[in-house]
């Protein structure tokens, strides 16, 4: 199972990012995804989660701000972030439950992690 993010970049106060994650390999069911974020001397952090039935939840400090989404044809997670400010600058990694076959539980999986950086 690999997660591969993608979208992240440097912008400017204020404006905006969309990043992609998306499950590959040997799959047999997704169930939750999220993207986590990581600043430089801080710990990882939630941002938002979303159900396989698409409920999100959200970090108090992006409601608003961000928008989390995915497409359970393709396996994929986006993250549509508008307003951004010089603290969500990080690494930004997707995760994901996955089920790889039907002999085995639902575990954890990791992308590699995109960089955001704004910039006032």
């Known amino acids: 199972v690999q997660l591969q993010a993608s979208g992240g970049g440097s912008v400017q106060t204020g404006g905006s990012l969309r990043l992609s994650c998306a499950v590959s390999?040997?799959?047999?069911?997704?169930?939750?995804m999220g993207w986590y974020r990581q600043a430089p001397g801080k710990e990882r952090e939630l941002v938002a989660l979303?159900?396989?039935?698409?409920?999100?939840t959200y970090a108090t400090s992006v409601k608003g701000r961000i928008t989390i989404s995915r497409d359970n044809t393709k396996n994929t997670i986006y993250l549509q972030m508008n307003s951004l400010r010089p603290e969500d600058t990080a690494v930004y990694y997707c995760?994901?439950?996955?089920?790889?076959?039907?002999?085995?539980?639902?575990?954890?999986?990791w992308g590699q992690g995109t960089q955001v950086t704004v910039s006032s």
């Open positions: 995760n994901a439950e996955v089920k790889a076959s039907w002999l085995t539980v639902y575990g954890p999986y």
């Open positions: 390999g040997s799959i047999f069911s997704v169930s939750g």
């Open positions: 979303i159900s396989r039935g698409g409920n999100p």
